[in-house]
């Protein structure tokens, strides 16, 4: 499977039909993260909280920055994000070790731009 983690992979599990995400939009999203091995190491879920962040501006991976712009309110997307745009060669907290692909499940539930 390594192979298929040379580059950004973007699956679409469910088309949204809201507002596109851009550059610059606070997005508010749920979502699941895994290792490779299937191995779950982050869930907004289970803190029963979404989670909010601007995109395409260097506030998350790169894999998240990329992955998440023109996906519509309301859709679920699979990334599959290479470890040089998740977090590299550094080891985040106990379980993504350095040089880690990153698999994520992202439901998309808002998008605000500045001109609302």
């Given amino acids: 499977m390594s ?3 040379s580059e950004l992979r973007i699956e679409d599990l469910q088309p949204g039909t809201g507002k596109a995400a851009v550059k610059g939009a606070l ?10 091995d299937g191995t779950e190491f982050d869930s907004s879920h289970k803190r029963g909280q979404p989670f909010q962040c601007v995109i395409g ?7 998240w920055d990329q992955g998440m712009i ?17 977090y590299g060669e550094r080891q985040m907290g106990a ?5 880690s692909n990153l698999i994520f499940e992202i439901e998309l539930l808002e998008v605000l731009t500045r001109d609302e």
């Avoid at 997005?27 to 490779?36: F, P, Q, S, V």
């Avoid at 501006?57 to 894999?63: E, H, L, M």
């Avoid at 023109?70 to 998740?86: F, N, S």
């Avoid at 379980?95 to 040089?99: D, R, S, V």
Wanted: aromatic letters at 10%; charged letters at 20%; glycine letters at 14%.
């Fill in 3 to 5: 192979e298929a983690f």
């Fill in 70 to 86: 023109g996906m519509q309110t309301g859709g679920k997307r699979k990334l599959y994000v290479p470890a040089q745009l998740a």
């Fill in 27 to 36: 997005i508010t999203a749920h979502y699941t993260g895994w290792l490779e």
């Fill in 95 to 99: 379980l993504i070790k350095p040089n």
């Fill in 57 to 63: 501006t260097g506030r998350v991976i790169k894999g």
